[in-house]
């Protein structure tokens, strides 16, 4: 093992640069722009230091646009063999047992801004035997596995190849004393190792977080192997989009980070220049202020912010200001914001910026002027379609590892939602056309649609209707019974009495 041995470091050297990144970036998407950006406090002014620092949180807006198109809505799963099927019925519990809904959206939101998303498959109870079995029975277990601890080991002349997952995960021994503990987990094809190391810290950060660990020992009693039974490791790798010479993600915030360093520090400026405006200093002509005994006028510049000019007929009271070209540094933070959400690939009809909205527009429209955005987020969908593709073939070999073999293999089918909102009506009339004006949904099917119901509803809601109209037909009176032919015996009859 070329990871965690004793007298190495934690994290590994080679995994350092990439959980900063991960911190980093988590910070700023929680609008903590402070907490990074201030790392370059020596590099500033007396002013700039002394500047009220405004931020706007882009990050958060770009991370969640793209799990809102990804996820938003429900992804369904598919076995291909029919809805009674054993293996559909499988897929469906897979995904309602385990919150796969949420757990994707969770996935893709910190992928985002991680670059990198792990899947952690196991078999057991979701408590580890903290319920009894009736209320917490086994089952295929997939879980979302924090990035920060997993350190994927690759195949020797192949970056993009992971042959192992090392999840090392840090905790304090000893709350009275600095040992700390690593759980570490490896997990290869066919077998999981289980070790436990001993550490002591190393490196702080600014905030007082450990940073580095040094590895001085380990617990050779908690040492042991677990067989999976499963040809390939229980964890799965899902890059926010990647190239092929490493196995590293690209995130979304990392290529931004100075566009929005200059986004806020104009924000900044503005800010500082507005508070002056607000508070301005005003000149008035000698002799308008109070004098002292001496006959000099009593004022303090700094303090009362007014002072006296020269000549009583020179100058009219008035208030000091300064331009500060705020129209100037207004357009330049348009542009920035341009910028930044042109390189995001987020169209501004998405955000609803500058008249952006969709009013009267077709969704045929309105997915055009989307197009960016659904180039960005279908990349990412290429990933998470081969990476859910996985983890329902591991769960299916978990499962046949423990006898349960009443279903045949099968593979996966993932059918992602598009994001946007539906229009149906043009909806309605593209399948018109394409069927030549016939129907193309029952009237049951059409109540389910519209009101949300299940069939059992939508059939009561069906027998509802009909009782209403029987009732109905029998309250109406057939009007031909007052458009009846004039008889021409009684017509004769009138005549004769004439």
């Not at 900063?20 to 201030?38: A, P, S």
Request: net charge negative.
């Amino acid at each position: 093992m070329s990871y965690f041995e004793i007298g190495e470091y934690f994290p590994p050297v080679e995994h350092e640069e990439r959980i900063h990144r991960y911190r980093e970036n988590k910070k700023l998407f929680k609008g903590n722009h402070w907490d990074i950006f201030r790392q370059y406090d020596n590099s500033l002014t007396h002013e700039q230091k002394n500047m009220l620092y405004v931020s706007v949180n882009f990050p958060s807006l770009i991370a969640k646009k793209s799990a809102d198109f990804l996820f938003g809505e429900d992804a369904s799963y598919s076995a291909g063999k029919g809805d009674q099927s054993p293996e559909q019925e499988r897929m469906d519990s897979w995904a309602e047992t385990n919150s796969m809904s949420i757990v994707n959206y969770e996935s893709a939101l910190s992928n985002a801004y991680r670059g990198d998303a792990f899947y952690k498959l196991r078999y057991g109870q979701e408590h580890g035997g903290g319920m009894p079995a009736e209320f917490d029975p086994y089952r295929v277990i997939i879980e979302q596995q924090n990035a920060e601890y997993v350190f994927p080991e690759t195949q020797r002349g192949n970056g993009n190849k992971i042959v192992a997952y090392h999840i090392a995960v840090p905790y304090k021994a000893d709350p009275a004393s600095e040992t700390w503990n690593l759980d570490l987990e490896t997990h290869t094809a066919g077998q999981i190792e289980y070790r436990t190391l001993e550490m002591t810290p190393l490196q702080y950060n600014l905030d007082g977080d450990i940073t580095s660990f040094k590895i001085k020992n380990e617990i050779t009693n908690e040492h042991y192997i677990e067989t999976t039974n499963v040809p390939m490791p229980l964890v799965v790798h899902v890059p926010n989009y990647a190239t092929d010479d490493s196995w590293e993600g690209i995130d979304d915030i990392t290529e931004l980070r100075p566009v929005l360093d200059e986004i806020n520090n104009r924000m900044s400026q503005i800010a500082s220049i507005l508070d002056k405006h607000s508070d301005p200093a005003i000149a008035v002509p000698t002799g308008s202020l109070q004098e002292d005994a001496d006959g000099n006028p009593v004022f303090r510049v700094g303090m009362d912010k007014v002072f006296e000019t020269m000549g009583k007929d020179d100058v009219v009271p008035q208030y000091i200001t300064w331009d500060g070209q705020l129209t100037n540094a207004f357009t330049e933070l348009d542009r920035l914001v341009s910028y930044l959400l042109t390189v995001a690939e987020i169209p501004e009809v998405a955000i609803g910026k500058d008249g952006g909205g969709t009013s009267g527009s077709s969704g045929l429209a309105i997915k055009w002027r989307m197009n960016s955005l659904l180039a960005k987020v279908n990349r990412k969908r290429q990933y998470y379609n081969k990476g859910l593709k996985q983890v329902f073939m591991i769960a299916q070999l978990l499962e046949k590892a423990v006898g349960k073999d009443d279903y045949e293999l099968f593979t996966p089918l993932i059918n992602f939602q598009d994001g946007l909102p539906r229009d149906e009506m043009e909806m309605a009339q593209i399948a018109s056309t394409r069927t030549g004006g016939e129907k193309t949904m029952s009237q049951k099917k059409a109540i389910m649609y519209l009101n949300s119901m299940s069939e059992e509803q939508a059939e009561a809601e069906l027998e509802r209707i009909r009782e209403e109209e029987e009732a109905n037909q029998g309250q109406f009176v057939d009007a031909s019974i007052f458009n009846t032919e004039p008889d021409p015996l009684e017509d004769e009859e009138e005549t004769e009495e004439e």
